[in-house]
T-cell receptor, first 113, second 119 residues
Framework: AQKVTQAQTEISVVEKEDVTLDCVYE???????LFWYKQPPSGELVFLIRRNSFDEQNEISGRYSWNFQKSTSSFNFTITASQVVDSAVYFC??????????FGQGTELSVKP | DVKVTQSSRYLVKRTGEKVFLECVQDMDHENMFWYRQDPGLGLRLIYFSYDVKMKEKGDIPEGYSVSREKKERFSLILESASTNQTSMYLCASSSSWTSGGLSGKNIQYFGAGTRLSVL
């Protein structure tokens, strides 16, 4: 079975704090892809990152960074020096070669000024 | 930029009505998807289409049908709306996959969603 678990339903931080959003996945496939999407209050899911199962290098993009660890089946997302504009629901997702995108339950991040 | 447009942001319908949700993409994508989003459940796939007039059931197709007469347009149809179909509906599209099936790498781009209330 394939599954994505985002155990944190809601997180609240104060601006400038660092925050990590957890994502744990289950799959028996050796080839798969992991994604993070952001859903701001406007509703549209915005693509943030895609990672394939053969590339465990961590990635940094500005204040965003991602830590992919196959040994623990985790693909965590860290926002450094959070800002109010980071407030959104964040989804982690898994796609294998079969093609369907499997989403986690989402983590609602609230960044207070 | 990829643009996926959903015709309505908010809809209010009565139980038993036939409801059409429309989605249009402007990037000539072969693949289109309909999801529903409910609190605590994430996004769940209703139907998808990988070509004109082609459709495949997703994880929760019951109570829904779809239509894809043109490449850029994918419609979700609720034949007889029920209160348990009150939800946020999201449309997505992605570029073609390699021959033989879906390619895992293709990114799905989403519309802004339609929040449907069935009274």
């Amino acid at each position: 079975a394939q599954k994505v678990t985002q155990a944190q339903t809601e997180i609240s931080v104060v601006e400038k704090e660092d925050v990590t959003l957890d994502c744990v996945y289950e799959t028996r496939d050796t080839t798969y892809y992991l994604f993070w999407y952001k859903q701001p209050p406007s509703g549209e899911l915005v693509f943030l990152i895609r990672r394939n199962s053969f590339d465990e290098q961590n990635e940094i993009s500005g204040r965003y960074s991602w830590n992919f660890q196959k040994s623990t089946s985790s693909f965590n997302f860290t926002i450094t020096a959070s800002q109010v504009v980071d407030s959104a629901v964040y989804f982690c997702a898994l796609k294998n070669q079969g093609g369907k995108l499997i989403f986690g339950q989402g983590t609602e991040l609230s960044v207070k000024p | 930029d990829v643009k996926v447009t959903q015709s309505s942001r908010y809809l209010v319908k009565r139980t038993g009505e036939k409801v059409f949700l429309e989605c249009v993409q402007d990037m000539d994508h072969e693949n289109m998807f309909w999801y529903r989003q409910d609190p605590g459940l994430g996004l769940r796939l209703i139907y998808f289409s990988y070509d004109v007039k082609m459709k495949e059931k997703g994880d929760i197709p019951e109570g829904y049908s779809v239509s894809r007469e043109k490449k850029e347009r994918f419609s979700l149809i609720l034949e007889s709306a029920s209160t348990n179909q009150t939800s946020m509906y999201l449309c997505a599209s992605s570029s073609s996959w390699t021959s033989g099936g879906l390619s895992g790498k293709n990114i799905q781009y989403f519309g802004a969603g339609t929040r449907l209330s069935v009274l």
